[in-house]
């Protein structure tokens, strides 16, 4: 682990570092301007970011392009953002106390600053609006799907509640928008495998394999010629209730990669994923309490562009 970095977050984000090898018995490098334009060049313009004093020393002095070569040194330095279209809708506050931030996602933001959603995610926005300089989330709500996310203020917290989310300790409710399938019958348990495969948008089932997927799919009501669905995934696979839905022949309405991957603009906000973590609940690990958090949108989702 590197030490504490000497530039502050920049629009919520730490600071990035790298290391020079520890040991090296012919250094190829005579100075750290070198090392550095192998290291970074194809990320970032090395150059102008030494003449401008962009890479920092653990002291917080500037890096000189000739600074001769040292090993096991770290430099820290802020990389340019690409820009980023906003993310419409409210970032609502469920709840908040010294130890979690309980908030409403909207559909469309990211909950880490990922690919190319930095700015436009849950954890850039909040640490700069709440203050809070460690805020991060406590388990995953794809980009696509709204609703309750558990966050912790500090890294101090994040142990023993990211733990008690890892022990499936938390019961979560979902709610979907989905076609109405005469014959079908519901409530039903869904079971299978679930993987994923590098470089693939959409997470496959693997037949034949011992489950580590379960979700159970009841229907509730009827809303404008579809159904209004209540999940409750019992186990926390990448997109495994978008997966079990599509299983069951009623594909989630408005998902832009079940059945089929369709080409949606990354600023095309108009048709939000039908798709609602509508309630979480757990026993408080520090505390004991009883916690229960429900969403502030309903379904059907509308586009919450202004």
């Known amino acids: 682990m590197p030490p504490r970095s000497p530039l502050p977050q920049r629009h919520g984000l ?11 018995k012919h250094p190829l490098w005579k100075t750290m301007g070198a090392w550095l ?3 970074l060049s194809e990320f970032v313009d090395v150059a102008g970011f030494l003449v401008r004093g962009r890479f920092v020393y653990e002291s917080g002095t500037a890096v ?4 001769p070569y040292r090993p096991y040194t770290f430099v820290w330095f802020h990389r340019d953002l ?7 809708g409210l970032i609502h506050v469920i709840y908040r106390d010294e130890r979690i931030v309980v908030i409403d996602k909207p559909a469309f933001l990211s909950s880490i600053p990922r690919g190319r959603h930095v700015v436009q995610s849950v954890v850039v926005r909040l640490r700069a609006e709440l203050q809070l300089p460690e805020l991060s989330p406590l388990h ?3 980009r696509v799907t709204s609703g309750v996310l558990v966050l912790a203020t500090e890294r101090r917290w994040r142990g023993a509640y990211q733990s008690m989310f890892q022990r499936r300790e938390v019961a979560k409710t979902y709610r979907a928008l989905a076609p109405l399938l005469p014959g079908l019958e519901l ?3 869904v079971r299978n495998h679930l993987t994923t495969r590098r470089g693939r948008l959409q997470a496959e089932v693997l037949p034949g394999a011992s489950p580590n997927a379960e979700s159970l799919i009841e229907l509730e009501s009827v809303i404008d010629d579809q159904g209004s669905y209540r999940l409750t995934p019992r186990t926390g696979r990448t997109h495994q209730l978008r997966l079990h839905m599509l299983g069951l022949g009623i594909p989630i309405s408005d998902d832009p990669l079940y059945p089929i991957v369709q080409d949606v603009a990354l600023d095309d906000f108009t048709r939000p994923l039908q798709l609602l973590a509508n309630e979480v609940r757990f ?3 520090i ?3 009883v916690r229960q958090f429900v969403s502030v949108r309903t379904l059907p989702l509308r586009s919450e562009i202004s």
Do not use: F
């Open 37 to 39: 334009d192998e290291r």
């Open 283 to 285: 026993t408080d690990p």
């Open 64 to 67: 000189g392009g000739h600074d």
């Open 287 to 289: 505390d004991g309490g």
């Open 14 to 24: 730490d600071a990035a570092w790298v290391c020079t090898p520890e040991w090296a």
């Open 82 to 88: 690409a820009e980023e279209s906003v993310v419409p």
């Open 187 to 189: 409530p039903v348990t």
């Open 140 to 142: 995953r709500l794809d």
